[in-house]
């Protein structure tokens, strides 16, 4: 038996205290470093945010009748974000009545006198706010949480967002004037030059509608980058891209053009509902290969060419009763794992004050509950959560490249076991460092010969000593490319692919699913992405 030694792990001595973790940087502001965000100090900080709107029609924050702000906060830190991405309207900075109302009256006027006397009882020090200082007191609330801002603007006359043609969608719309656009970003830049904790301003969500043009792009994106960057020298300025931020490949040939460097990325958003349909009406395996690989050629390409490409909004309906979004959302996870991209989950908000005419929505995306003080699907944010720490780039070589397995449906990871026992899904911040050898098609363990060995239809999947036998002979089919069959000979016709027992951690195989093309199963537990890192993990302590 053959095997390639080329994985020799650094012993390396850890404090007992070690944890992995992806702080705010305590060294503030940060920058790019070709398509990485950096601190300081030199060293990564992936951003892992959550949304949180506050450009719906009262121009509130939402959630200030639910619970106190600096309880919000402090769950958002707890949960594992370690930044937000928080949305006004340009109203709120440049509209003569809007910009000079208090929290209090803009509810008033809203017919939202509930909400008035709850946010009273909640956070009594703004209710007599006006907008913008309201606005700010959330910024500091999250600061004491030691969590990161970017400002959004998402849109300029306040409302529910975004249709193709609601006035607000691209420069010259009905409320969409270029010049009271800039005033507003320079007047919220410099507003929030020197509050450290604002790291990012996007200049502007999800441009659309009928008279969205590059050229118009070019001139107004950069026009609004400089305004920002003039007052403000400390923010990453964030660009969208057209046809609601899904579209970048006019940068393909025409690079922006800016007079400063290092400041600056690309935003991208990505549902299921941006392709309608799709998801349930094909084959999750083909769907998910042409959809990410759209997703790359549209605007994934940024990363090759060195800019960062923050996916600032993605997410599903949490109730699990979405099939779109939970076919969707382990392909999501399996690209964002591979890139190890920066990004912003759709959404904090458990309801709305009023959106689109209903007082007291429900958001069915939302990671809190409709009262504000749980956790709307505590599994869907353990799965989540597999994405929240950085995995490679600068400061983060912490070992050898190695893969891991990742499991996006429970985002979970292969670990180690003992020789001759089942292999097991665990947190991916105890992975192992597993390789692909392509030669012998086995997947191995670090430095030494232990490899994943198939045992038959049904049984669970063994960590080996004998690599190279066809047991663990392993090869990557089906359109998505993720999963993982044994070339293990069986009686009868079946194909064996890797999959979870149904204990939800027991690696075991069993028939390839959905190789046929139908649209009618579920493969997503048979998929694993093989996911480079160069960080230690828990453990890699000896
Ligand atoms: C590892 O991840 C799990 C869940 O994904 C988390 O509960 C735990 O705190 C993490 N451990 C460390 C040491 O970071
Ligand atoms: C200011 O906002 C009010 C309320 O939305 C609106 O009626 C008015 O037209 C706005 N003014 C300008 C100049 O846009
Ligand atoms: C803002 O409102 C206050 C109190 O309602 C008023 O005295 C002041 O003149 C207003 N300022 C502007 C610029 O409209
Ligand atoms: C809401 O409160 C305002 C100010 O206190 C009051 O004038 C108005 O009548 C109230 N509206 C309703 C529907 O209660
Ligand atoms: C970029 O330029 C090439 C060559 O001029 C052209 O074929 C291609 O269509 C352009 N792509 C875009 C997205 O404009
Ligand atoms: C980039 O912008 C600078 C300053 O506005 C200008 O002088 C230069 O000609 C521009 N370059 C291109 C390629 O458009
Ligand atoms: C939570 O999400 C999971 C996965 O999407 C789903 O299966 C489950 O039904 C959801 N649970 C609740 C309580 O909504
Ligand atoms: C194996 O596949 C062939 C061709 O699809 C089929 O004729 C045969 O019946 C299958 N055998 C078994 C045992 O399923």
Redesign the pocket.
Do not use: A, G, H, L
């Given at each position: 038996m053959k095997f390639f030694n080329i994985l020799l792990l650094p012993l390396v001595f850890l404090s007992p205290t070690f944890?992995?973790?992806n702080h705010q940087a305590s060294a503030l502001p940060l920058s790019t470093d070709g398509r990485w965000i950096i601190n300081e100090d030199g060293r990564r900080v992936k951003l892992a945010c959550v949304n949180w709107p506050g450009h719906v029609d009262t121009m509130v924050i939402e959630g200030l009748n639910k619970q106190p702000v600096d309880a919000i906060t402090a769950k958002i830190s707890s949960l594992g974000f370690n930044c937000v991405r928080l949305t006004y309207a340009i109203y709120m900075l440049t509209n003569e009545t809007s910009n000079n109302i208090t929290v209090r009256e803009s509810l008033h006027s809203n017919g939202l006198n509930e909400s008035v006397a709850a946010i009273s009882v909640h956070n009594p020090e703004i209710i007599d706010l006006l907008l913008i200082d309201a606005f700010k007191a959330v910024v500091d609330s999250l600061s004491r949480n030691n969590v990161m801002v970017i400002l959004d603007n998402h849109i300029s006359k306040p409302e529910w967002c975004c249709g193709r043609e609601d006035g607000n969608g691209f420069f010259g719309d009905l409320y969409f004037n270029p010049d009271e656009w800039i005033k507003g970003l320079t007047e919220m830049a410099t507003k929030f030059n020197g509050v450290t904790n604002v790291i990012g301003m996007s200049l502007r969500n999800e441009l659309r509608g009928p008279r969205e043009n590059t050229i118009d792009w070019f001139k107004y994106m950069q026009r609004g980058a400089e305004a920002v960057h003039e007052a403000n020298k400390n923010v990453i300025v964030i660009m969208s891209g057209l046809n609601f931020d899904t579209d970048l490949t006019f940068l393909i040939n025409q690079t922006v053009n800016l007079s400063f460097k290092g400041k600056h990325a690309f935003e991208v958003h990505w549902y299921s509902f941006s392709n309608p349909g799709e998801w349930n009406s094909g084959n999750p395996n083909q769907v998910c290969r042409r959809i990410a690989g759209n997703v790359m050629r549209k605007a994934g390409f940024l990363l090759g060419q060195g800019f960062p490409l923050f996916m600032s909004e993605f997410g599903i309906d949490q109730r699990g009763v979405n099939i779109e979004d939970n076919r969707y959302f382990p392909c999501v996870l399996s690209v964002l794992a591979k890139l190890d991209m920066d990004w912003a989950l759709w959404t904090l908000q458990g309801s709305y004050y009023t959106r689109q005419g209903q007082i007291g929505t429900d958001e069915t995306y939302s990671v809190l509950s409709y009262d504000w003080v749980s956790v709307r699907n505590q599994t869907f944010l353990?799965v989540l959560?597999?994405l929240q720490s950085p995995l490679r780039g600068p400061g983060i070589e912490e070992v050898t490249r190695y893969k891991m397995i990742y499991h996006p449906l429970t985002g979970k990871c292969v670990l180690i076991a003992n020789v001759g026992n089942p292999v097991t899904l665990g947190?991916?911040?105890?992975t192992e460092a597993w390789f692909y050898n392509e030669v012998e098609l086995a997947l191995m363990k670090g430095s030494l010969t232990f490899c994943i060995e198939a045992y038959g239809d049904g049984q669970a999947a063994k960590l080996g000593i004998i690599c190279g036998g066809p047991s663990s002979k392993w090869t990557m089919i089906s359109s998505s490319m993720m999963q993982l069959s044994s070339q293990l000979v069986t009686s009868g016709n079946n194909t064996l692919c890797l999959d979870v027992g149904s204990d939800g951690r027991t690696l075991v195989t069993n028939q390839c699913l959905c190789l046929d093309g139908s649209p009618k199963c579920d493969p997503e537990s048979q998929w694993f992405k093989l996911v480079t890192s160069t960080r230690k993990t828990?453990s890699m302590n000896s």
């Open positions: 944890r992995i973790c353990t959560s597999s947190p991916c911040n105890k828990i």
